[in-house]
């Protein structure tokens, strides 16, 4: 069964460090996107993309988080610098079209130091 | 933003036992999402739903869309010790196609 990918699974880093993570959707998913979720808590959507567009990244803290899509497959994810606050799981999720179901990967578990 | 209010927060059951949850809101959703997350790991989709007044099941989980198309529910029937962990809805709003969380209920067996 087709399955999203994420890596690392595990990240730590120190403070003020740059991080990235990658993701590849379910192959023909047009629909992606980028989630943060904080240990007892639901996801919160960092970034939308449809295709290599994003439609909605109104929650990304812009001044340090960056995501790209160039070729509206595979996506990173990037945080520069890290600050304490940005550990959390950071799950990447794809679906054939916007406000169709939605498969996650495994997520990636990042631990600032 | 806007929220889905979804309860209970967390539940203790004893293994054999039936278990409810739901998700409400004050707006209106076009599909809803059921998922299981297990610590350490991404949501997996249990069941979705497309119509209002639509009931799925899958296993000993039964989902439903509710006529108001403002709720849904989640019911586990004879609960076993691999149901624990943590269940989200997620609904798609009809008016932007956006996809909404909720809060989760966490799911404990007692031993």
């Known amino acids: 069964e087709a399955e999203v990918a994420q890596s690392p699974r595990y990240k730590i880093t120190e403070k003020s460090q740059a991080v990235a993570f990658w993701c590849d959707p379910i192959?023909?998913?047009?629909?992606l996107y980028w989630y943060r979720q904080i240990l007892g808590q639901g996801p919160e959507l960092l970034v939308q993309f449809q295709d290599e567009s994003v439609v909605d990244d109104s929650q990304l803290p812009k001044d340090r988080f960056s995501a790209e899509r160039l070729k509206g497959v595979d996506s990173t994810l990037k945080i520069q610098p890290a600050e304490l606050g940005d550990s959390a799981m950071y799950l990447c999720?794809?679906?054939?079209?916007?406000?169709?179901?939605?498969?996650f990967g495994q997520g990636t578990r990042l631990t600032v130091v | 933003g806007q929220q889905l209010n979804q309860s209970p927060q967390s539940m203790f059951i004893q293994e054999g036992e039936d278990v409810s949850m739901n998700c409400t809101s004050s707006s209106i959703f076009n599909t809803w999402l059921w998922y299981k997350q297990d610590p350490g790991e991404g949501p997996v989709l249990l069941i979705a739903l497309y119509k209002a007044g639509e009931l799925t099941s899958n296993g000993r989980l039964t989902a439903q869309f509710g006529i108001t198309r403002k709720d849904s529910f989640l019911n586990i029937s004879a609960s076993i010790p691999s149901d624990v962990g943590i269940y989200f809805c997620?609904?798609?709003?009809?008016?932007?196609?956006?996809?909404?969380w909720g809060a989760g209920t966490k799911l404990i067996i007692k031993p």
């Open positions: 999720a794809s679906s054939l079209g916007q406000g169709l179901r939605a498969f």
């Open positions: 192959s023909g998913h047009a629909t």
């Open positions: 997620a609904g798609v709003m009809d008016s932007n196609y956006q996809l909404i």
